[in-house]
């Protein structure tokens, strides 16, 4: 059974930096799209960055361009989110999802799914 467990959240303050993790288990992934979803309070879940781990090809939402990189580590099965310059507006539960069911990498279409790590950044 595939599992996904996320680790790297915490709280910050603006202008921080934090590194997320997702290690996959339960497969070897080789050609999937694995992605960062994060949802706030109130607020829908929404993509954030996807990577396809055949090539590497990043993807990313508008709202973190330049300040988030996605990359992935083969041999560990683990895919990362490094934020910088976070803020406020950051502050969400933000969930690995592995195996896009669609070209859409950003949207939901995920098959597996961990159960998120949160981040709260400080103002």
């Known amino acids: 059974q595939v599992q996904l467990v996320e680790s790297g959240g915490g709280s910050v303050q603006s202008g921080g930096s934090l590194r997320l993790s997702c290690v996959a288990s339960?497969?070897?992934?080789?050609?999937?799209?694995m992605g960062w979803f994060r949802q706030a309070p109130g607020k829908e879940r929404e993509g954030v960055a996807a990577?396809?781990?055949?090539?590497?090809?990043?993807y990313y939402a508008d709202s973190v361009k330049g300040r988030f990189t996605i990359s992935h580590d083969r041999a560990k099965n683990t895919v990362y989110l490094q934020m910088n310059r976070l803020k406020p507006e950051d502050t969400a539960m933000y969930y690995c999802?592995?195996?896009?069911?669609?070209?859409?990498?950003?949207?939901?279409?995920?098959?597996?799914w961990g159960q998120g790590t949160q981040v709260t950044v400080s103002s």
């Open positions: 999802a592995a195996e896009a069911l669609s070209d859409l990498v950003l949207s939901e279409a995920y098959r597996y």
């Open positions: 339960g497969y070897t992934y080789t050609s999937y799209c």
């Open positions: 990577i396809y781990t055949a090539d590497g090809s990043p």
